[in-house]
């Protein structure tokens, strides 16, 4: 490892936008160590190419294994030394009416999308303060920013999980940790491709560029707010969402 | 459990260094706040580091960090926390004995970063 690799901790990095994220961090020439809950061929790729895990761990963890997560985050700190990022990705959602939705499914969401990323924060941080340095990207939704029915639990989480980036980025930022959260809106993707061309057509009427975001359109943000070019941004929410939310 | 009082003992001079520089020893009876001027910022670090140095943190369950008030309550609590940890321990080896061998390449256990701290190998 060089000095001017970062070491990255992204949840949920097997699949989606996780994937891409991971993608870019290893393109950059950091050190990623991701988790999920069970392996791809994108996974098994990059484990294939890297045996001696010298730039890219996976671990097959479910995100609600909070003592599991609590001790990945912990190796990846005695194998490098040091975290630098930490972008909380994984979660889960189910459509439905609030009163339709069984209660192990409202249970699961709060756990993964907000009970997860803060464990997995708390343990990382063991990594940040001592280096009095880190960045943390929050993997939020347009749906903390705006109500649509049928997600209210899954926009309860992302909507927790900026109070987490904003008071969160007020108590370490002193130590020169920032924090931030990204709120993709709809956007090309294994989320989408359920819509109708129909719904999909409303969607690109109502938002004001005219299109569905892609995931290289997250990627970028993220990208920015984990480098020193967002040096002096922390505690923001920041959608990418050509605009559906203005 | 000399050896554990020491490594918390270095890891907040270390810390009060830092704020101030003319700080060469730390002595039990010392407040953090009031004698060294570390604030719950400062604590945070210290337990991070400590964590990382001895594989454990006594505030995650058993211990108030609220009740830490001078450096010797803070080596206090990293001491008990070995004293239990170490029937945990044997409990803990009597089940690997039993159970499958760890994943290769993974990234180790809890078990030998306070193994490790210990200088054992």
New interface residues.
């Given amino acids: 490892m060089t000095s001017q690799q970062r070491v990255a901790v992204v949840s949920g990095g097997s699949r989606g936008l996780g994937q891409a994220i991971v993608e870019d961090l290893l393109a950059a020439g950091d050190v990623v ?1 991701t988790f999920s809950r069970s392996s791809t061929p994108f996974v098994q790729q990059r484990l294939a190419a890297d ?1 001696q ?1 010298e730039s890219f ?1 996976w ?1 097959a963890i479910d995100g609600t294994d909070f003592p599991r997560i609590k ?2 985050a ?6 490098w030394g040091r975290i630098d990022v930490l972008v909380n990705n994984a979660a889960t959602g189910t459509d439905g009416l609030l009163t339709l939705t069984r209660e192990a499914d409202i249970h699961r969401q709060i756990a993964l999308n907000l009970e997860a990323a803060i464990h997995l924060t708390r343990a990382c ?3 940040m ?2 280096q ?1 340095s880190g960045s943390i990207v929050n993997i939020a939704s347009v749906n903390a920013l705006r109500g649509h029915a049928g997600v209210s639990v899954y926009s309860a989480t992302k909507a927790g999980l900026h109070g987490l980036t904003k008071s969160l980025a007020a ?2 930022g ?2 020169g940790i920032r924090i931030n959260s990204v709120a993709p809106g709809y956007f090309q993707s294994e989320m989408t491709s359920g819509l109708t061309d129909q719904q999909r057509d409303r969607i690109v009427r109502r938002t004001p560029l005219r299109r569905l975001g892609t995931v290289a359109d997250v990627v970028g943000l993220v990208r920015f707010l984990i480098s020193p070019e967002s040096s002096f941004i922390t505690g923001q929410m920041i959608a990418v969402d050509g605009g559906f939310t203005c | 459990m000399e050896d554990v009082e020491q490594v918390v003992l270095d890891v907040v001079i270390g810390v009060a260094r830092e704020k101030s520089a003319a700080i060469q020893s730390v002595e039990a009876d010392q407040t953090l706040v009031d004698d060294l001027g570390l604030r719950s910022l400062d604590l945070a670090r210290i337990i991070a580091k400590l964590e990382l140095k001895l594989g454990v943190d006594p505030f995650a369950e058993m211990v108030a960090v609220t009740s830490i008030r001078t450096v010797g309550d803070l080596c206090t609590a990293y001491a008990g926390c070995f004293e239990e940890d170490a029937e945990a321990e044997e409990e803990a080896e009597a089940e690997d004995q039993a159970g499958p061998a760890p994943r290769a390449g993974g990234l180790g256990s809890q078990k030998d970063l306070r193994k490790k701290a210990r200088g054992e190998p």
């Fill in positions: 160590a045996p895990a761990t671990e001790q990945f912990l190796g990846v700190l005695r194998r941080l063991k990594g303060l001592p009095r108590e370490v002193p130590e």
